[in-house]
């Protein structure tokens, strides 16, 4: 039901349904998976843990009255107890109810990064992350990392020459004497890589005037 609510598939008046159902959907999912799942006290102790307190009173508040903390409080409680087909939907959610709050964008950022994940959607919330705060060192690294991936060279030149710029004693740039190792190896191989290009685009101009 989630995928066939969910709000990108529809616009204008359709699409306002589709996101007051994918809601309702991810309430009843959270109630569901509390049911299923109800919060224990630690062991030896008659009161509950701060995360079970916070856990406890979210679920306590009326899905009416829920504010976009309350869906990334409970995003984020689910990624940390690996449940991620549920954080990805409460994040979805979050999102499309706040799209400027970074922690929000970081939390999606570690959701979707995995092996075989969208690249592109995850390159496009770096960039966003990037947006709202241009010195978020860990998330320009990877986005450096991604834009090499898939063959961006000159943007993953700019973006690890952006890294050295913000954080250039970071342990990325750590490189042995004899052999460049980690960003600063690949930065150096991307340079390499410009120089060669730029000498073979030369070397066909003046083929043409021949």
């Known amino acids: 039901l989630a995928k066939k609510w969910h709000p990108d598939r529809f616009q204008g008046a359709e699409h306002v349904e589709a996101e ?7 309430e009843a999912f959270a109630m569901l998976k509390h049911k299923e799942h109800p919060i ?3 062991p030896h102790s008659e009161t509950p843990t ?24 409970e995003a984020k409680a689910a990624f940390n107890a690996k ?3 549920r954080a990805l939907s409460l994040m979805h959610y979050a999102l499309k109810m706040d799209t400027e ?18 690249v592109r959607k995850l390159i496009q919330t ?3 992350i990037l947006r709202l705060n241009s010195r978020e060192v860990n998330s320009a690294i990877r986005l450096a990392e ?11 030149t700019r973006m690890w020459q952006t890294v050295r710029r913000i954080a250039p004693s ?18 150096q191989s991307l340079k390499e890589q410009g120089a060669v290009l730029v000498e073979q685009t030369k070397a066909f101009f003046r083929g043409l005037r021949k």
């Open 50 to 73: 701060p995360e079970e307190a916070g856990a406890s009173a979210l679920h306590s508040v009326p899905p009416a009255a829920r504010t976009v903390d309350d869906w990334y409080a």
């Open 126 to 128: 770096l960039e966003t």
């Open 40 to 42: 224990a006290l630690a």
């Open 170 to 187: 970071h342990p990325v740039f750590q490189q042995d004497t004899k052999t460049p190792t980690g960003a600063a190896g690949q930065l």
């Open 83 to 85: 449940d991620l087909p």
């Open 20 to 26: 007051q159902r994918f809601r309702q959907l991810a």
């Open 146 to 156: 991604l834009y090499q991936s898939v063959g961006l060279s000159t943007k993953a």
């Open 101 to 118: 709050r970074i922690e929000f964008h970081l939390l999606y950022v570690q959701i979707i990064d995995r092996p075989g994940g969208d």
